[in-house]
């Protein structure tokens, strides 16, 4: 949802307790699908493992959340960093300096512009809003290529002009997913810009095999870096977990020398480590949304509304199994279903 109007806060939604507070519904009957987060919900054990920690709540948490760093650096295959003596700023275990964990992604987003200083940020329209705001925040000026579809010739050519790019695979709010390959192929288009391509992979454990995050972390390109969110898929949402890969550990290293300590609370780094591992509940979520994407789709299209995704972003349809946990649909009067729905405690996006 946009600012503006009585029912619109954030610009991509998810605020159920002002809803509650305006509706007057309870938040628990507040039905939220506007923050599309996995409708199973988080893992039961990501949940133990949080409440568990509440029992340390009384210590600080580690200053850079070095333990989910080191073993988000051990599930890449990120070898120790050498010469250090077990011990890296930012990190507990001497992982190499190529992971940076935050709170949330959105952290990150924010971060990046702050630390790195680029002049120029380039953003594909329509994305997420946060990339823009963070980069006029961070006194960058901001360059667009817009179109509900992604145009790789146009974006590539944009970054030569830039100096940092931020790409959602698969794209908030349209759906769209570009092959694993493509995105490298862009990666390699910024490397000979000297831009920072910046992936946004919050979704892409929907889709798992379209990330490029592997090569992120064998720093085979100094100008990718791959930032992953525990909010989504993992459903962590209000513990705020994320990180983010840096094909140079120098850039990732500037980016720690920026962040505040204490940014991930102790339960949020136990629910993390735990979410990581739960293989079975992943299956379980992956299954459940093959058919939940499919019964939505048929459902739309016999009640003739419009829907774009999930599609490549060859406009070609993915194949099943595949893709995001959302569709964006157009409707007359958008705005105001969006509203009559919110009187009803149901919250959608309004794009």
Same mark, same amino acid.
Request: net charge positive.
């Given at each position: ?9 954030? =610009? ?37 493992? =949080? ?242 994407? =499919? ?7 016999? =009640? ?48």
């Amino acid at each position: 949802m946009r600012p503006g109007g009585p029912f619109r806060t954030h =610009a991509h939604g998810g605020d159920v307790f002002h809803a509650s507070e305006v509706t007057g519904i309870p938040v628990g009957g507040i039905i939220d699908f506007s923050a599309s987060i996995n409708p199973l919900g988080p893992s039961r054990e990501a949940i133990g493992a =949080a409440r568990g920690a509440l029992r340390h709540v009384h210590h600080y948490p580690e200053p850079g959340a070095g333990r989910l760093a080191d073993e988000i650096a051990k599930s890449l295959g990120i070898p120790p960093a050498s010469g250090t003596g077990g011990l890296v700023t930012g990190t507990s275990h001497g992982r190499a300096l190529r992971v940076v964990p935050g709170n949330g992604s959105t952290e990150l987003i924010y971060l990046l512009p702050r630390a790195l200083k680029p002049e120029t940020v380039l953003v594909h329209n329509p994305t997420f809003s946060e990339y823009e705001r963070a980069a006029r925040l961070s006194g960058a000026k901001v360059r667009a290529v817009s179109g509900l579809s992604f145009n790789f010739t146009r974006f590539s050519e944009a970054m030569r002009g830039a100096d940092m790019a931020f790409f959602c695979n698969p794209n908030n709010p349209t759906g769209q997913i570009l092959e694993r390959e493509a995105v490298l192929e862009l990666a390699g288009e910024a490397k000979k810009a000297r831009c920072l391509l910046v992936v946004d992979e919050a979704f892409i454990d929907f889709c798992p095999g379209r990330s490029v995050i592997g090569e992120a972390a064998r720093g085979q390109n100094p100008y990718l870096a791959v930032l992953r969110s525990m909010t989504k898929f993992h459903a962590l949402t209000g513990l705020r977990a994320g990180y983010g890969i840096f094909g140079s550990a120098g850039r990732a290293a500037r980016v720690l020398g920026f962040k505040e300590p204490w940014s991930l609370n102790t339960p949020a780094v136990e629910a993390a480590l735990r979410a990581l591992k739960d293989t079975e509940h992943a299956r379980r979520s992956l299954r459940f949304m093959e058919s939940e994407r =499919a019964f939505v789709s048929r459902r739309l299209r016999e =009640a003739g509304i419009w829907h774009y995704g999930p599609q490549k972003a060859d406009g070609k349809t993915l194949e099943r199994g595949c893709g995001p946990n959302f569709f964006l649909i157009r409707l007359p009067g958008a705005r105001q279903f969006a509203g009559r729905l919110f009187k009803k405690g149901v919250l959608v996006r309004d794009c």
